[in-house]
């Protein structure tokens, strides 16, 4: 009888750790969630090329947590405002603004709307890109300069207008979107390799360079990502894209709010000693 009473207890006991444990995560969660959302507070936020695929999602998700955000564009006017009407119907802030990186004047523009319009700058996302896939033989110098002008030219015209904004007093940082490419070069995307490495190699000199006035500067090399883009070039459905599964831990592709959610962590104060790196985000592949 005595052990019966004993087991007895033994089991409340545990019933009461087990629930008072599961409580306690549940809480847990529930205020990391609630300080995600708000940990940009106050922030604004300049995402290039987000009218679409990853740079939505990024758009969306520092939205999410707080940031007022520019949503850049390049010819995607409809996609571009889809994006804004999101955010508010969410209870955010956006605009959009049509502006090519490749061209200074356009940048100047972009920087001086998103001040005048909120006041100041805080965060910079160099989402926009181009890629193509081409053989050595199939290179052109138009197919060079288009890479190199998009992806390196204009990273680097945005940082320097960024800087011009950002308040000493509260910091600032850049995130440049990279790729896993850059340190695994692949096939075929020669060009488009070389550019994303020229990306990383930026991000480092830029964190040495503004450190001391305490900008941060990071990059996310992202894996092949299911977007507008990777459908339109063919590759969702392809055996490349089966090869790609093949080799991820994870069985899929990404997602854009997978890469997202590493943006608002970059973003945050949450990464205030992280600068000068390049996040691989590729759920667990290694090629």
Not at 19 to 24: D, E
Not at 108 to 130: E, H, M, P, Q, S
Not at 144 to 151: G, W
Not at 199 to 227: C, F, Q, S, Y
């Amino acid at each position: 009888m005595n052990n019966k009473r004993s087991i007895i207890v033994v089991l409340s006991v545990v019933v009461l750790h087990v629930t008072a444990t599961t409580v306690n995560l549940n809480e847990t969660l529930a205020l990391m969630k609630d300080q995600q959302r708000g940990n940009l507070d106050g922030r604004v936020a300049i995402v290039t090329g987000s009218s679409k695929g990853i740079g939505a999602a990024i758009a969306k998700h520092l939205a999410l947590a707080g940031s007022s955000v520019v949503i850049n564009y390049l010819s995607s006017q409809q996609d571009a405002d889809r994006v804004v009407n999101d955010i508010a119907s969410r209870g955010g802030k956006a605009i959009s603004v049509q502006a090519d990186v490749r061209e200074e004047a356009d940048i100047k523009r972009l920087f001086a709307i998103a001040k005048a319009t909120y006041g100041r700058i805080d965060i910079l996302v160099n989402n926009a890109g181009v890629y193509e896939f081409r053989s050595i033989e199939n290179v052109t110098v138009e197919h060079y300069h288009k890479h190199f002008s998009v992806n390196v030219l204009g990273l680097i015209l945005c940082c320097r207008e960024a800087v011009k904004y950002f308040d000493p007093a509260t910091n600032g940082t850049i995130i440049n979107i990279a790729s896993v490419v850059s340190a695994s070069p692949a096939p075929q995307l020669s060009v488009y390799s070389a550019s994303k490495a020229a990306v990383d190699a930026i991000t480092v000199a830029l964190a040495r360079e503004l450190g001391p006035r305490k900008i941060r500067v990071n990059a996310i090399r992202p894996g092949t990502t299911i977007t507008e883009g990777t459908r339109a070039a063919g590759l969702i459905g392809s055996s490349f894209e089966a090869q790609i599964i093949a080799q991820t831990p994870f069985g899929r592709l990404a997602q854009p709010d997978d890469i997202a959610r590493v943006a608002v962590f970059l973003a945050s104060d949450d990464s205030a000693w992280v600068s000068g790196e390049s996040l691989r985000v590729s759920g667990g592949s290694v090629n």
